[in-house]
């Protein structure tokens, strides 16, 4: 595996292109609302030749076209799994579920965003211990290989989760994949590369849907992660639904 910048790898920008709020201006949008000021961060990497990748996969590219009259249309090549993306159960099994047949608030809940040991006991003595009472849970490797084991994917299953993220390449170090057909036989989708440098550790409202690519396999996104009074609204409305 190429190494790869803290937090994805795909996060940082070319020269020349830096995104608000890593100049240190307040991310767009953000604001004060009931229970607190609100502070939105950008979670998704570029998607662009430098995008996080699996080693061997084709990087993302742009190809321009000009009408007669001037007008650009690009066609955006790019394999289903590079940049920030979701892992849907067809990735690993057969005449599973695609991108297209889950609805956008799949997609949105209050997420938990975790700075993952690199060990893999530990982590799994750090989760065993953890209450979950998210359904969305983001583990933040930075540079460290990904330690998440089928143990520790048996026990997220077991806690009900709806989706397992982080900034590695994968949420495992390879073959045979045992973490990947826990998590996606049981409908727990997998959201990789993601970009988390900025995000303090803490509980945030998570709003990340993919596009809905028909048959898809894996699907590029988008996802922020939001604090402050959104997220405590969407925590009471979310527990109220529960009871």
């Not at 065993?128 to 089928?150: D, H």
């Not at 826990?182 to 709003?207: H, I, K, Q, R």
């Not at 992660?225 to 969407?234: R, V, Y």
Request: charged fraction near 20%; glycine fraction near 14%.
């Amino acid at each position: 595996m190429p190494p790869r910048p803290r937090g994805g790898g795909g996060g940082r920008l070319p020269e020349g292109r830096i995104h608000r709020h890593q100049r240190g201006h307040p991310p767009r949008g953000a604001g004060t609302g009931k229970g607190g000021a609100v502070r939105i961060y950008d979670i998704g990497t570029v998607v662009g030749p430098r995008a996080p990748r699996f080693p061997g996969d084709t990087p993302p590219s742009l190809e321009p076209h000009f009408s007669p009259d001037g007008w650009r249309i690009s066609s955006l090549l790019m394999t289903t799994h590079s940049a920030s993306h979701y892992d849907f159960p067809l990735h690993m099994i057969p005449g599973g579920a695609a991108a297209d047949d889950y609805p956008a608030d799949r997609f949105i809940g209050l997420a938990r965003l975790l700075d993952a040991p690199a060990d893999p006991d530990g982590l799994l003595e750090l989760l065993s211990r953890l209450p979950m009472r998210e359904r969305i849970l983001l583990l933040r490797f930075g540079p460290a290989p990904p330690a998440l084991t089928a143990p520790a994917a048996e026990l997220l299953v077991e806690r009900g989760l709806s989706i397992v993220g982080t900034d590695a390449l994968s949420v495992e170090q390879g073959p045979p994949f045992p973490v990947h057909r826990t998590l996606l036989e049981a409908d727990v989708l997998v959201l990789e590369n993601l970009s988390l440098d900025l995000p303090p550790a803490g509980v945030y409202l998570f709003v990340g849907p993919p596009l809905p690519v028909e048959g898809g396999d894996g699907a590029p996104c988008r996802p922020i992660l939001i604090s402050g009074g959104l997220a405590s609204g969407f925590r009471r409305t979310e527990t109220e639904s529960d009871t």
